[in-house]
């Protein structure tokens, strides 16, 4: 069975199916393959998986921008989530967070957006890809806070990352990785807000960006599907190996200290979810296109 993964090895939603990789493979008694697929924001895998047989042998990894974003900035990728994908099951949530280098002379939300409107187009900020839900999320951001930065693409997270502890861009609306976590606790990155309705115990201490910015709302949910018609059967023998894996403790454990809260649901409550995500985001990218 392969999980095709539209991002570079080494960030968090890769480590998340490394994770899984074992105890799904035990359950489906078959090995399980990670084939990382990443660029166009997502697009090539998505096309990939989407072509592949509806045998329940290809699943694709998406997330909040590759099922509801993504495919309806990037038109010319002919892909339509709806149409094109079965839903599995949903895997995780992770809220994003606010990162800014160190470099950048603020100490909270509040001064961060007077400096950036001080210094309009002259902050860079790391973005995976064109239409990803990071570049939505944060010019949906700019747009709320009424500033304007720079944006710097890059093939995948562990690259942005390194970028951003080098100071070559100097904020990133992100989820959070483990190592990020230890580059908040030594100084090397700073953590403004997170985009939840409240405070999150996954960031302890940071405060939500709806504090500042009312209303702001970024939690990326990571699920999987399969190319459609796969059969009903097929999907829900997918959906319940890997919502199985995820009621692990331990597992759940080490999401947690990677950024992320374990989230199963099966493939008709994510179907619903996606539905749901599709039409929320409808009316932000039809202002973004028209910007």
């Known amino acids: ?54 045998d329940g042998y290809t699943v694709l990894v998406v997330n909040t921008g590759l099922i509801a974003i993504t495919p309806f900035v990037q038109k010319s990728a002919g892909i339509d989530p709806q149409r094109r994908f079965a839903p599995v099951a949903v895997l995780s949530s992770a809220p994003s967070v606010l990162l800014v280098h160190p470099s950048v002379p603020v100490a909270d939300l509040r001064q961060f957006l007077d400096y950036a409107k001080a210094n309009p187009g002259k902050l860079e900020y790391a973005v995976v890809g064109k239409g990803a839900y990071g570049d939505v999320a944060t ?71 709806a504090d500042v910015l009312p209303g702001f709302d970024a939690v990326v949910y990571t699920g999987l599907v399969a190319p459609a018609r796969t059969p009903p059967a097929v999907l829900d023998k997918l959906g319940h190996a890997f919502t199985t894996a995820l009621s692990d403790p331990a597992l759940r454990k080490q999401l947690e200290a990677m950024g992320m809260e374990a989230a199963p649901l099966d493939g008709k409550a994510y179907g619903a979810r996606i539905v749901r995500e599709i039409g929320a985001f409808a009316p932000a990218i039809k202002e973004l296109e028209t910007e």
């Open 139 to 209: 010019s949906l951001f700019q747009k709320q806070a009424g500033v304007r930065m720079l944006p710097v693409p890059y093939q995948g997270n562990a690259q942005t990352t390194a970028a951003l502890l080098s100071g070559e861009v100097k904020v990133q609306l992100t989820i959070l990785s483990g190592p990020m976590n230890d580059y908040l606790k030594n100084g090397r990155i700073k953590a403004l807000g997170v985009a939840t309705a409240g405070p999150s115990a996954l960031v302890p201490g940071v405060p939500p960006i």
């Open 1 to 54: 069975m392969r999980i095709v993964v539209p991002f570079a090895a080494g960030g968090v939603t890769d480590a998340m199916l490394r994770l899984l990789q074992e105890p799904v493979g035990r359950s489906l008694g078959q090995p399980v393959i990670i084939d990382n697929r990443p660029g166009a924001a997502g697009m090539i895998a998505a096309r990939l998986a989407a072509d592949a047989a509806p």
